[in-house]
């Protein structure tokens, strides 16, 4: 059984990552998870410094997801680098770095200094943030400024740059397509969805940003018809994240398109997930007699939907 799929240049060993600001730095839940049994590990997302972050509270719970608005807390990709790589390294993940900007020199000078590193495997471009006015969504909300950030950063990296879309816009396969042009060899989707919960009792918002980042099942659906807009609008490998809760999920995300998948806030209601992913994929495989994995991906079967509706 064959669980590897390709992302550009890099060969994951299956399709299963721990998406961004979900997993930490990846050497938090070391002690939890073979590290190296994950297709990849996505790191928090890192600007050059370090920042604070928002204020508490950051995170609630909301039915069937939780909103966050963390303003990307981290501690800047010098510190990155000297002090979590070199476990990562010895852990033997894959390491995809979540990288952040302010601007355009800063996503560059960012993925510079990761490209220099040893250990750093792909680059994922953080254009999509909802919960900071400077975290990207300046660039992820504008055809030409993702196509602007993606070329700027190809042009000084050999590491497979992956850049994040924002589902907060009308037409996300557009921004698939600028990525592409930009010469982004794969990109993710999705980002969490602008949201708000407020207490009645109090009147007051839920969390200090006021409007944060929807997450979890509840975007699932959403997040799949979005793969599925940008797999038939691009040619390069799609990421596919929102809601992963247990193998099928994952599976729907890649019968949708998704050559690879993340999990995100699952990992905070069970860190043990992991393993039962990766032994419900197998399952499947087996009850379907499929050899590769890569061989599901985008096999959704619209015809007999589409005759239906065109009275065929
Ligand atoms: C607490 C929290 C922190 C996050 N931090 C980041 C981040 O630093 N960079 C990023 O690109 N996405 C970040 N995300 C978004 C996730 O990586 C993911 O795109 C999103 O949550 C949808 O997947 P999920 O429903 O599996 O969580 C964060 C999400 C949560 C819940």
Not at 86 to 104: F, H, M, Q, S
Not at 162 to 185: C, H, M, Q, W, Y
Request: aromatic share 6%.
């Amino acid at each position: 059984m064959d669980l590897s799929v390709r992302i550009g240049s890099l060969t994951l060993k299956n399709p299963l990552l721990a998406a961004s600001g979900c997993f930490g730095y990846g050497v938090e839940y070391a002690d939890v998870v073979d590290l190296s049994s994950l297709g990849g590990v996505v790191s928090k997302g890192l600007f050059l410094a370090e920042r604070e972050g928002h204020p508490a509270p950051r995170i609630v719970e909301t039915p069937a997801g939780m909103l966050n608005a963390i303003g990307l807390q981290g501690i800047g990709v010098r510190r990155f680098v000297d002090e979590k790589l070199p476990e990562l390294r010895a852990r033997k993940a894959t390491v995809v770095v979540n990288v952040c900007g302010t601007t355009l020199d800063e996503y560059v000078e960012v993925s510079r200094i990761l490209s220099d590193a040893d250990g750093v495997d792909a680059i994922e471009l953080n254009i999509s943030c909802p919960n900071i006015k400077e975290g990207g969504i300046q660039f992820g909300c504008s055809l030409a400024g993702t196509f602007d950030v993606v070329s700027a950063v190809r042009n000084v990296t050999r590491l497979p740059v992956i850049p994040k879309l924002t589902p907060n816009v009308t037409d996300v396969a557009s921004f698939a397509r600028a990525a592409e042009d930009g010469g982004a060899d794969a990109v993710s989707l999705v980002n969490t969805f602008l949201a708000m919960v407020i207490d009645v009792e109090t009147r007051r918002p839920k969390i200090s940003n006021i409007v944060g980042g929807l997450s979890g099942p509840a975007i699932r659906p959403i997040a799949v018809r979005m793969v599925y807009e940008c797999r038939q609008t691009v040619k390069i490998p799609i990421i596919g994240m929102g809601g992963i809760a247990d193998a099928r999920d994952a599976l729907e995300f890649m019968i949708a398109g998704a050559t690879a998948v993340q999990v995100g806030t699952a990992n905070f209601v069970d860190p043990f997930i992991w393993s039962k992913l990766l032994a419900g994929m197998r399952e499947y495989m087996e009850r379907h007699n499929i050899a590769r994995i890569a061989d599901l991906v985008g096999t959704i079967d619209t015809g007999h939907t589409v005759a239906e509706r065109s009275g065929v």
